[in-house]
């Protein structure tokens, strides 16, 4: 099970994002995250805990292993804001998703 | 470029089977992971299954009874049957591909299907 908190962040544009996740048991690094925006699919960000999809920009970083995981996006631009999922693919039988964090302006 | 395209019936009538089809251009089927995932309006996503390109699935155990994936790699194709439909199901129904079984690296756009009563 993942855990993510806030459920919902309030920043403003230039401002750093930092959401969590938290697994109820390890995952090790196999840990993914995904942005999502309004009418559109989840978006492939970071995998394996910390390493940037292709053309993800280096301002969003993913840290963390075994149970607690970050996600920090730093100087905020206006496409940032989002919903941001979490996803473990260690623990079989399924692959389990947080519940999201949105991000919006304040 | 890989390109995942979900289509089918928007409306399927409560009880009966939803069929949708996953259409995959810009790369083999072969050798790759499939999954589907689903979300319902302002809600999480819920992932429902996944399927290799050889044929083997494997099911979230809270669809197992009602879910069936199949694949056609001659047409580029993933294919997904749910049974037994409810207002419960109705749901944005997003086909992906994983990287090496793992996270999803491609998505379709997404199909809204709605179960009516």
């Known amino acids: 099970l993942l855990t993510q908190s806030p459920a919902t962040l309030s920043a403003s544009p230039g401002e750093t994002a930092t959401l969590s996740c938290r697994a109820s048991q390890s995952v090790s690094d196999d840990l993914a995250w995904y942005q999502q925006k309004p009418g559109q699919a989840p978006r492939l960000l970071i995998y394996a805990a910390s390493i940037r999809a292709t053309g993800i920009p280096a301002r969003i970083s993913g840290r963390g292993s075994g149970t607690e995981f970050t996600l920090t996006i730093s100087g905020l631009q206006s496409e940032d804001f989002a919903v941001y999922y979490c996803?473990?693919?260690?623990?079989?039988?399924?692959?389990?998703f947080g519940q999201g964090t949105k991000v919006d302006f304040k | 470029q890989v390109h995942l395209q979900e289509s089918g019936p928007g409306l399927v009538k409560a009880s009966e089977t939803m069929s949708l089809t996953c259409s995959v251009s810009g790369d083999s089927i072969r050798s790759y992971y499939w999954s589907w995932i689903r979300q319902p309006a302002g809600k999480g996503l819920e992932w429902l299954g996944r399927i290799y390109s050889s044929g083997t699935t494997d099911y979230n155990p809270s669809l197992k009874s009602r879910i069936n994936m199949s694949v056609d790699t001659s047409k580029g194709h993933i294919y997904l049957k749910l049974t037994s439909v409810s207002a419960a199901d109705t749901a944005t129904y997003y086909c992906?591909?994983?990287?090496?079984?793992?996270?999803?690296?491609?998505w379709g756009q997404g199909i809204l299907v709605t179960v009516s009563s």
């Open positions: 996803q473990q693919y260690n623990v079989w039988p399924t692959w389990t």
């Open positions: 992906a591909r994983y990287y090496s079984g793992t996270y999803f690296e491609y």
